[in-house]
């Protein structure tokens, strides 16, 4: 069955960067490109960017260009988001999810939280 | 890329139904029928409930029902029960080959 497993939490200084992994199991790897959302504490889904995890070419929010990169790993299935500069503001936790090819997010990870405190 | 406006939050009671608005723009919504709803209780990760626009995924409950006019998508919740208390964001792709989230929608069931 589809998987999505991230790992983890993090905790860090402001300034810091963070790289958080997320597995994937259960269909093939590169047939479904992967998205990544954060949400703050008490606030709401915020679009990151997304990974073709066949070509590797990525897209992403406008409000955090030149910060995030997203990259992937085939021979592992699993796809990285690295974050820095990282601000008080950048806490919350951080979900990769599935894009399903109808343009939409059918399976999510866990989450993983990321605690950007001095 | 602005995040879509849905309300804050509705309310309605057992069995009744209940509509949560998703405004977007000419770039977003008004232009692509790829809008999508996501049911999310707390601490837990967000759940697919309707894709382009109008389709529900497999196991979805036939009482969450998706629409789209101009620039807003609608949900509508029917035969309103206490576990569909949760929050609701709306989601679209825009012409940014870029995902805008809504603000999401907190539902009371009363």
Avoid at chain 2, 34 to 46: D, E, L, N, S
Avoid at chain 2, 52 to 66: E, I, K, L, M, Y
Wanted: charged share 15%.
């Amino acid at each position: 069955q589809v998987q999505v497993v991230q790992f983890g939490a993090e905790v860090t200084n402001p300034g810091a960067s963070v790289k958080i992994s997320c597995k994937a199991s259960g269909y093939t790897f590169t047939s479904h490109k992967m998205h990544w959302v954060r949400q703050a504490p008490g606030q709401g889904l915020e679009w990151m960017g997304i990974i073709d995890t066949s070509s590797g070419s990525t897209y992403y929010a406008q409000s955090l260009q030149g910060r995030v990169a997203l990259t992937r790993d085939t021979s592992t299935t699993t796809v990285y988001m690295d974050l820095s500069s990282l601000r008080s503001e950048d806490t919350a936790v951080y979900y990769c999810a599935r894009d399903s090819r109808n343009w939409a997010l059918d399976y999510w990870g866990q989450g993983t939280l990321v605690s950007v405190s001095s | 890329q602005s995040a879509l406006t849905q309300p804050a939050s509705v309310s309605g009671s057992p069995g009744q139904s209940i509509t949560i608005s998703c405004i977007g723009t000419s770039s977003d919504i008004g232009i692509y029928n790829y809008v999508t709803w996501y049911q999310q209780y707390p601490g837990k990760a967000p759940k697919l409930i309707i894709f382009d626009v109008t389709h529900r995924p497999s196991g979805v409950s036939n009482r969450f029902s998706g629409s789209k006019s101009g620039n807003t998508a609608s949900l509508t919740i029917s035969g309103l029960q206490a576990e569909d208390e949760a929050d609701y964001y709306c989601t679209s792709y825009t012409n940014s080959d870029t995902w805008v989230f809504g603000g999401g929608t907190k539902l009371t069931v009363l």
